[in-house]
């Protein structure tokens, strides 16, 4: 055991500090002290005893525990303040350790990116993190060389970058070695560039770009390009052509783009390859070794999309178009070309070795030969044709770059023995002194021959040799290819019969330039005959021709076209050497008889030579010493020899003209000078300013005249006075001045080099001297940038324009002679004498030139100059000109010079720079921000950064210093203002992209630094509280400023250290902190030190505080939120009140929380320390503050639960109860514009989802709020500005027009109403009147002729799992139209899918309640109908159409009705009814239906129990009212059909299946009433209803007889007979014998006839079971115990109607009813005529009453206890005195799929889903005799076993339902009632599900 005593005492480490998890620790038990590991994880490490450490991992810091030491890897570290707060820091190399991070960050998005399907992302996110791997392992082996090292961290870094841009994260700054930058060290500045430059540069290709520079400078003369050469290699791997003899391959690079014909496409040296029939090298060396390089190409090359490498073949044999010849002939064949562009500008990491087959094309006329390739090329093709597929060039091409020295080291494998190397035929970009070439080319291009004395034209072969001046041919002096031995003698191909043939044949001459004097080129044309004879053997040329390549002046020939004489060969055999050989129009030409006449040769020569010359001139005056009596001409025509010939030159022309200033310098020096200017000014030209470079070399190393800088200081102080000549008086010429002025710098170059060297001998002779002639040179300059040019002087303009650019190069060269104080001085006064607005742009570069100069760099010539930079910033800077950009780098560089310099050495420039730019930064700042829109956001980033790089100089030293430098109160105030102002902006701004967080992690925490600096001078200076004499007081809007900033600065984005990534959070932390902490702590500090100033901010600074409160950090909350505490207090204290805090608040916390701000926590913590704080505080009223916090609390609850349901899925469709929460609290509150801002959000998602109704009431809101007035209104949604009369109108209208869209027209007639009286007393708008009468009118219409679906309610209980505005409540629905409950069921199933429903109504137990799980309780309910609503309906005579009285059945109702039956005591066999009592439950909403929901809740519970008389009472009354409607109906339409009142009739008279009112017979027996004392009071009422029936029906039969048809006439007069026996047995006249007692006593009545109708009753309705069960079963029933919800057996068709008959006890109208009916249902019988048990009977969902799908909703329900009244409190009933009952639900899905269940067994052990022994009535299923009217209301249970499904359909009706048979009294036909079956209903949008369920017919059940 670790720390035990075997073991030892815990002890520090003293090594061991550092170490990586090699292994994954996790403890048995996971709790303290023992620390979870896992594999990679990084510890630091505290303590350590017996083979255990303890310390934490640096994942989480704070966890600290426990380890053992054998997991840990330990690694070297630095540790830095030992103890408790020590800091570890790696050894390791810093890349390294970022790619440890970047690993760990990224598995986990490349496992997301896995589950997420990103298949392409995810892969090259895998190589990406192998390639980081491999490269880790190579870094941490310790064996790669440093420059291999360097280059390998550069590509890590590009390898990490470019996966951080794949994924999105941040940029990370990188130094020029590819390591990460450190941003506190590296300043702002610095790494704003770094991050532009990352941004701009995509690829990254090298880490150099990012090193710190400052801009380029523009100078006269550019710098060198950074140029980079380029190199092509080619492997020849096999020829495959169908040949057969010998051949040879040449490649050479092509430009196609080159269109002009006269010009050679090819670019460069031809690479040969000779190979045997057997297509193999003739060397046999050279197999496999044929390699090559084609050099020196530049930029032009490879931006060349034209460039193809093209290969030629030539056939070598003695075959000639089938004949054969004597000797072997060179033939053309074919020819291929390859497009290399592609190859050349590949990635460095793509530059991989490509292997290609060239197509080889041919062509059968040899005359297009030389057209081949461009046929190949263009898209046409219209000269050659392919061989056949699989032949060709088989090679391989690979680009390769850097120079060729290094190239080669670099790939040794490629450049073995026999690799060539072939260049351009020209020079390169850049001819560099030392660079020494002589190569000639010469190209055989065309001909054209006459065919003499021949039939057919010749075969031409140009033989070429090189003659000496012997006129011997020299020997092996022609080099036919690269990579061939030279010859003596070339041969050109032959073609065949052809009298023009085209050669291009390109051949390199081996001669040096001292052969090239002396030496020709001979041409012998030669016809190749294929006839064989003895001539063959001694066969001469047709003709001759030759070519001297140097010219008699010693220069060589132009490189150019040239056509040579064709002489004769035999008269010109001797005498060749002495004609000419060019054709020369301004030569004479030769005799015509050695001239072969018809014969034209052309060829070209290209002579790429750095010793010979092709001008004249340019040779005179290198070989100046040789022409010296012409040397004024030769002097005076440099200037006009072509540049391209000079820089081939350049450093003899040099030499040449300093040697003739040294040598002859008084008498020519002015013409030199005029040259040198000339030579140096052609560098400035853009198409030789690569040669820069070669003077730079020349000037260092060959300049060797030692004596002319006296001369060369002397003409240019000359040409700086001439300058300053405005007037006139110049003798110079403007176009010298200006040249002159542009070489300058090279000039001073070489001025002070040539004093340089004269030191070297003179040591030090004449110094002082020359400094002064340099002084006065410079004194020169200064005074020309003071000049006042007239509008009409360009030459001093250009001349100090170009004076600004030259000057800042020559700075080095001065101080080589001058003083740094002293050329400090100068170039300060050079600043001075010129004005801030003239020539901008140049000076502009100048100051941007200076500041990374030398004289920057030290102190005493950077004080001196400092001030002339800044005047000149500060005045571009604060006007926005178009120097902008350019001053702020400048000031950028300037800041980063002093970032880098030591604190103490640079405070004065600091200070300087502070007085004369901050302000000019901030105003300018701000002026940014307002022109925004019409600058460009790198502007404004770039300003931002120049700002926060000065502030992060700003010490509090420093700023002490500031601040003293401001002698009026109001500038202080004015700068701390403006301060604030810029910083809140900064950080409200998106100025830089979002991956730019290290750069924004840096300025934020310069503001924090800077904002806690001024913080200190608002306490000290602008609050007033102790100092009395200060003159600066409190200053509240400086202080708003102050908090406005700190809100902004905590609550910004980039700042949110939980949307981070764990490592990226880590890293931010370490070297931050959370500076949003810090900021608060600042920001509530202040507020406490405001004392008694913080009412002032009260209300206003609530939101700002309330904002920084729901950041989601503890120690932020911590710390604020007893700030609204203390504002509580001050508002109590002086408005006694908290209303205005109130209402900010509400505000504030709506539009913060709907925004995606605060959480549960938020809302526990706040109310937790505001409860206590008030509870504590002594002089609070505890209940205005308890009040003011509850409120706080319940709103974040319904804010929260607003935002769950809009951000889950699952709960999106209840999001309008949460609006509907909100805007009962907005009401409460008083918040009369949020609440009508929700109001229209309820409107509009009532409208998508097509809650027309629902949507017209929410509206209706609103425009009760209105009044009819003038006042404005804002727009609101589709609303425009308008009054409140309008508006209120429109409302109206479109309420209107809602409640008819959902048919809820008696609401529209009342809103109609409401228009109609503004219009009558008003507006008296008679037009508008009309059209609303006309609606009302066609409303009332609609009332009594459209056909409206009558709404079903249904109970809903949430139970566990669900949202809080859900959980654990109860309430009752509105469904859609046409809507069941088993539809209902399956909405709710769809919303809730996780869901499960319960199998009873019990209310469930704490278990349930608290559990995570979803549970639902549903079942049907039916409305009671409002009592003052019905009343007017009830007048005496008065008689309603039923359509009006039918609709407030439904609507206008808040409370509802749910029944469940049970038996007291023993059930009776016989008669069912005698122990049968309702328990009835009443729900009150909290609204009425329809409103703004479809849905409300449960707001009061009520219970009663109806005893068995009561029951009956019941059931008689619902006949009364049945037959009521039927007369009623029929006696206001005669026409109509009679069948629903003769069946209904029929079946209350004979109700031959269960005896009819003699069931009732028992309640007035004497053994029945001592059982059942308590029913005693009600037989007096059971016995009027009963009577009162009799009445109906007397009244029922006559209207039958008026009515009756002749068909109907046998069952009238049957139901006359049964008429009389029934009034006999029941009347007021029959056997009870005590009409008016009020005290009823038991009587007998008269015996019914002697029927078989108890036989049939007992058949249907009894069962056998066990008697003993059902009585314990019972009696526990009886004695309140919750029991089982029954089965739903089937049942017997009845005549009456449950939905009436189970509807709560409420006084219904007597004759004027007009309660609806119960549609006639078909009934299924059995032989017998009976409906058949265990078969239900089927009803459509358009007719099952609402009450019939109430009573059945579940299987079995509880039985009722005894009477008694429960209200609940939130909907949940409040049963405590039943014990709740084990729970038993399963989810939605499986009981879909499954149409039985198992419920839980009852008290006596038997399942619940078990039937009891007798005939126990069940609610909710017809079966038992119904003893009024001769239906069953209450069926028998089914035969055990028999299970059905928890939610019946509506075939499962509670309504006894009107049957075709049924028995009783009168019931042998089977009467009927309800109304005439209605037209099927249109088709339901609802959720079905693939089956439907529960079943409607017999065959699915």
């Known amino acids: 055991m670790p720390g035990s005593e075997e073991s030892g005492r815990w002890r520090p480490t003293r090594q061991a500090k550092y170490g990586v998890v090699v292994y994954p620790y996790v403890p048995e038990k996971a709790c303290y002290p023992f620390l979870k590991l896992q594999f990679g994880d990084v510890v630091q490490i505290l303590e350590e005893s017996g083979g255990w450490y303890r310390g934490f991992s640096l994942r989480e810091k704070l966890s600290k525990g426990i380890f053992p030491a054998s997991h840990i890897r330990l690694k070297e570290c630095t540790v830095e303040n030992s103890g408790p707060d020590e800091m570890v820091i790696p050894k390791e190399d810093p890349i390294v350790q970022e790619i440890a991070d970047v690993l760990r960050e990224w598995s986990i998005t490349w496992k997301r990116l896995y589950a997420e399907g990103k298949k392409k992302l995810f892969q090259e996110l895998s190589q990406l993190l192998r390639d980081l791997l491999d490269k880790r392992r190579q870094i941490l082996s310790r064996t790669l060389p440093r420059d291999e090292l360097k280059e390998l961290k550069q590509f890590v870094g590009s390898k990490i970058d470019h996966g951080n841009r794949l994924l999105g994260m941040d940029i990370v700054p990188r130094d020029e070695s590819g390591a990460p930058i450190n941003p506190k060290s590296a300043g702002i500045v610095h790494l704003y560039r770094v991050m532009k430059n990352c941004s701009q540069n995509q690829s990254h290709e090298g880490a150099a770009r990012n090193r710190r520079s400052y801009i380029p400078v523009n100078i006269g003369i550019q710098p060198e390009r950074n140029r980079v050469e380029h190199h092509l290699f080619l492997k020849f791997s096999a020829l495959a052509l169908p040949i057969n003899e010998p051949c040879e391959l040449l490649f050479f690079l092509y430009d196609y783009s080159s269109r002009d014909s006269r010009n050679s496409k090819v670019i460069s040296e031809r690479y040969m390859i000779s190979l045997t029939q057997h297509c193999l090298p003739h060397d046999p060396e050279k ?59 590949s990635k460095q990491s793509e530059q991989e070795e490509k292997d290609i087959q060239l197509e080889v094309y041919m062509t059968d006329r040899v005359v297009d030969y030389h057209k081949l390739l461009d046929s190949i090329i263009s898209p046409t093709k219209t000269i050659g044709t392919p061989t056949e597929r699989g032949t060709g060039v088989f090679i391989v091409l690979k680009a390769l770059s850097g120079p060729l020295a290094k190239v080669k080291e670099e790939n040794p494998l490629l450049f073995r023995k026999f690799t060539a190397e072939c260049y351009k035929l020209g020079f390169s970009e850049i001819i560099r002194p030392y660079d020494v070439r002589h190569d000639v080319y010469l190209t055989l291009l065309r001909g054209l021959f006459n065919k003499g004395a021949k039939r057919a034209d010749k075969n031409v072969q140009v033989a070429t040799e090189v003659l000496d001046t012997d006129d011997q041919t020299i020997p092996n002096c022609i080099i036919p290819g690269i990579g061939e031995s030279p010859v003596s003698t070339y041969y050109s191909l032959v073609h065949y019969h052809l009298a023009n043939p085209t050669f291009m044949e390109t051949i390199k001459l081996a001669i040096t330039p001292e052969m090239m004097k002396t030496c020709r080129v001979k041409f012998s044309l030669y016809h190749k005959s294929t006839e064989i004879s003895s001539k063959i053997s001694r066969m001469e040329p047709f003709a001759v021709a030759h070519l001297r390549l140097m010219k008699q002046d010693d220069t060589t020939i132009e490189d150019k076209e040239h056509e040579v004489y064709v002489y004769k060969f035999k008269e010109t055999k001797a005498i060749l050497k002495s004609l000419p050989t060019v054709v020369d129009p301004s030569a004479p030409t030769p005799s015509s008889e050695l001239l072969s006449l018809r014969d034209n040769f052309y060829i070209k020569t290209r002579i790429c030579s750095t010793k010979l010359t092709q001008n004249a001139d340019l040779h005179a005056l290198l070989h100046w010493q040789n022409n010296i009596s012409r040397l004024p001409s030769v002097l005076s025509k440099v200037i006009k020899v072509p540049g391209d010939e000079i820089v081939k030159f350049l450093a003899d022309t040099f030499n040449a003209l300093f040697d003739i200033m040294s040598q002859k310098g008084d008498e020519y020096g002015d013409l030199v000078f005029e040259a040198l200017v000339f030579i140096i000014g052609l560098l400035a030209v853009e198409r030789f300013e690569n040669f820069r470079p070669v003077l730079d070399t020349y000037c260092n190393s060959l300049f060797k005249a030692n004596s002319v800088h006296m001369q060369l200081v002397a003409k240019m102080k000359a040409v700086f006075e001439q300058v300053m000549l405005v007037d006139g008086t ?94 400090g001085d100068i170039v300060a006064e050079f600043l001075s004498n010129l004005k801030e607005t003239k020539l901008k742009i140049y000076k502009s570069v100048f100051v941007a030139a200076v500041i990374p100069s030398e004289l920057f760099k030290h102190k005493e010539s950077r004080v001196v100059i400092l001030p002339a930079v800044l005047r000149h910033l500060s005045y571009h800077i604060s006007n926005l000109d178009e120097q902008l950009e350019k001053s702020l780098d400048a000031l950028g560089s300037v800041l980063l010079l002093l970032h880098d310099q030591e604190p103490e050495s640079v405070d004065e420039e600091v200070n300087l720079v502070v007085q004369s730019m901050l302000h000019v930064l901030l105003d300018s700042f701000t002026v940014i921000l307002k022109k925004r829109d019409t600058k460009s956001p790198i502007a404004t980033g770039h300003c931002v950064a120049v700002l926060m790089s000065l502030l992060e100089l700003m010490t509090p030293r420093r700023l002490q210093v500031f601040r003293q430098n401001f002698t009026i109160a109001g500038d202080l105030e004015s700068f701390i203002t403006t301060t604030f102002s810029a910083f809140g902006e900064l950080v409200d701004l998106k100025l830089y992209p979002s991956d730019w967080t290290t750069l924004k992690l840096q300025q934020n925490y310069v503001v924090l630094r800077t904002t806690t600096q001024l913080s200190q001078i608002l306490v000290e200076d602008f609050l007033g509280l102790n100092d009395s004499d200060s003159a600066i007081f409190f200053n509240p809007y400086l202080w708003e400023k102050f908090f406005h900033l700190a809100v902004a600065f905590t609550c910004q984005e980039s700042l949110q250290l939980e949307v981070m990534s764990e490592v990226h959070r880590n890293k931010v932390l370490d070297s931050y902190g959370d500076m949003r902490v810090a900021m608060n702590t600042l920001m509530i500090s202040k507020w406490r030190d405001l004392g008694v100033y913080q009412s002032r901010y009260i209300p206003n600074i609530i939101g700002p505080f309330l904002k920084v409160s729901l950041i989601p950090q503890s120690a932020i909350r911590r710390t604020t939120i007893p700030v609204f505490f203390d504002m509580m207090e001050i508002e ?36 937790h320390m505001l409860s206590e704080r008030c509870k504590s505080h002594p002089q609070m009223e505890r209940e205005v503050g308890m009040a003011f916090v509850d409120s706080l609390a319940e709103l974040l609850r319904r804010l929260l639960d607003y935002r769950a349901v809009q951000q889950d899925e699952e709960y999106k469709d209840l999001q309008m109860h949460v609006m509907f929460n909100l805007l009962n609290f907005y009401k409460e509150m008083g918040r009369e514009e949020i609440y009508i801002r929700y109001i229209y959000r309820l409107a509009q998602l009532h409208k998508e989802k097509g809650n027309f109704v629902e949507a017209g009431f929410t509206l209706l809101l609103h425009a009760q709020l209105l009044q009819w007035a003038s006042s404005k209104q804002k727009q609101e949604g589709e609303y425009p500005e308008q009054s409140s009369s309008d508006r209120k109108e429109a409302l109206y209208h479109d309420v209107v027009e809602y409640f008819d869209k959902g048919k809820l027209w008696e609401c529209g007639i009342e809103q109609c109403k409401e228009i109609i009286v503004q219009h009558e007393t008003v507006t008296f708008n008679y037009e508008k009147l009309s059209e609303i009468h006309q609606t009302i009118s066609r409303f009332y219409l609609n009332i009594l002729n459209e056909i409206r679906a009558e709404p079903e309610y249904f109970r809903v209980g949430f139970y566990g799992g669900f949202p809080s505005f859900w959980k654990n409540k109860v309430f009752i629905f509105r469904g859609l139209e046409y809507e069941k409950l088993s539809d209902f069921n399956s909405r709710l199933a769809f919303q809730f899918p996780n869901a499960k429903f319960m199998k009873t109504l019990e209310t469930p137990g704490l278990d349930i309640m608290e559990s995570n799980e979803q549970n639902i309780q549903s079942c049907s309910v039916d409305p009671i109908p409002e009592k003052d609503t019905m009343t007017k309906f009830q007048a005496p005579g008065r008689v309603v159409v039923e359509q009006i009285v039918r609709f407030y059945h439904k609507n206008h109702v808040r409370r509802f009705l749910l029944k469940r039956p049970f038996h007291r005591g023993t059930k009776d066999k016989g008669n069912e009814y005698k122990t049968l009592c309702v328990e009835c439950t009443e729900y009150t909403t909290q609204y009425r239906f329809p409103g703004i929901l479809r849905w409300f809740e449960v707001v009061d519970t009520s219970v009663r129990v109806l005893n068995p008389v009561e029951n009956g009472i019941e059931l008689v009354m619902d006949n009364i009212n049945q037959l009521k409607t039927l007369i009623n109906r029929v006696s206001s339409n005669p026409t109509q059909s009679t069948s629903p009142l003769t069946m209904k009739l029929n079946g209350t008279l004979d109700a031959a299946v269960n005896g009819g009112l003699s069931k009732f017979e028992d309640f007035f027996t004497e053994l029945y009433l001592e059982q059942f004392p308590e029913c005693r009071s009600h037989l007096t009422k059971l016995k009027q209803c009963m009577e009162e029936l009799c009445k109906i029906l007397e009244e029922g039969v006559l209207l039958h007889t008026k009515v009756c048809p002749d068909s109907m006439r046998a069952l009238h007069t049957r139901m006359e007979s049964l008429l009389e026996d029934y009034q006999l047995k029941y009347g007021s006249k029959g056997g009870t014998g005590a009409g008016g007692s009020s005290d009823y006593d038991p009587v007998t009545f008269v015996p019914s006839p002697p029927e078989n109708n108890k036989k049939r009753h007992s058949s249907l309705t009894q069962r056998p079971t066990k008697q003993g069960k059902d009585e314990r079963s019972q009696q526990a029933q009886y004695n309140g115990s919750p029991d089982r919800i029954y089965d739903s057996p089937s049942g017997i068709g009845s005549s009456s109607s449950m939905e009436r008959r189970l509807r709560a006890s409420t006084e219904l109208p007597k004759f004027a009813d007009s309660s609806p009916l119960p549609p006639k249902l078909p009934m299924k019988r059995n032989k017998s005529g009976t409906q058949m048990l265990g078969t239900p009977p089927t009803v459509p969902p358009h007719r099952a009453s609402p009450a019939a799908l109430s009573q059945v909703s579940l299987a079995e329900q509880p039985p009722a206890p ?38 839980r067994e009852s008290l006596d052990g038997s399942p619940a889903g078990t039937p009891q022994n007798g005939n126990t009535p069940v609610m909710g299923h017809r079966g038992a005799a119904d003893p009024v009217g001769g239906g069953a209301h209450f069926p028998s249970p089914s035969p055990r076993g028999t299970q059905h499904q928890l939610t019946p359909s509506p075939t499962h009706a509670v309504t006894a339902v009107s049957g075709d048979g049924g028995g009783g009294a009168g019931g042998g036909g089977g009467g009927g009632d309800g109304d005439p079956p209605p037209p099927p209903p249109p088709p339901k949008k609802s959720h079905k599900l693939s089956r439907p369920w529960p079943p409607t017919d017999e065959s699915q059940a």
């Open 1132 to 1167: 109590l204290k002086y408005r006694k009140s908290l209303h205005l805090m109130e209402k900010e608040m509400i505000d504030k916390l709506d539009l913060f929380i709907s925004g995606g701000k605060g959480d549960t926590a938020y809302r526990n913590t706040l109310y």
């Open 287 to 345: 197999i496999n070794q044929c390699f090559a390089v084609f050099t020196d190409l530049d930029a032009s090359d490879l931006q060349n999309k034209d460039l193809y490498l093209a290969c030629q073949v030539i056939k070598v044999g003695n075959d000639l178009e089938g004949r054969k010849t004597v000797t072997a002939l060179r033939k053309p064949h074919g020819a291929a070309a390859y497009p290399v562009h592609e190859i050349l500008t």
């Open 730 to 823: 110049r003798t110079m010429k403007g176009e010298t001045v200006q040249k002159t002025v542009k070489a300058a710098e090279f000039l001073i170059k070489f001025i002070i080099r040539s004093r340089t060297l004269y030191d070297q001998t003179a040591r030090g002779k004449g110094n002082e001297e020359f400094r002064r002639s340099v002084i006065e040179l410079l004194r020169r300059m200064c005074d020309m940038m003071k000049l006042e040019c007239p509008e009409n002087e360009l030459i001093a303009p250009r001349a100090q324009a170009q004076t600004l650019q030259f000057f800042p190069a020559t700075f080095p060269l001065f101080l080589s002679v001058l003083s740094v104080k002293a050329l």
């Open 1762 to 1799: 005894p009477l008694r009244k429960v209200h609940t409190v939130g909907s949940v009933e409040d049963n405590s005195s039943l014990p709740p009952p084990p729970p038993r639900s399963t989810s939605v899905r499986n009981r879909l799929s499954n149409s039985s269940y198992d419920s």
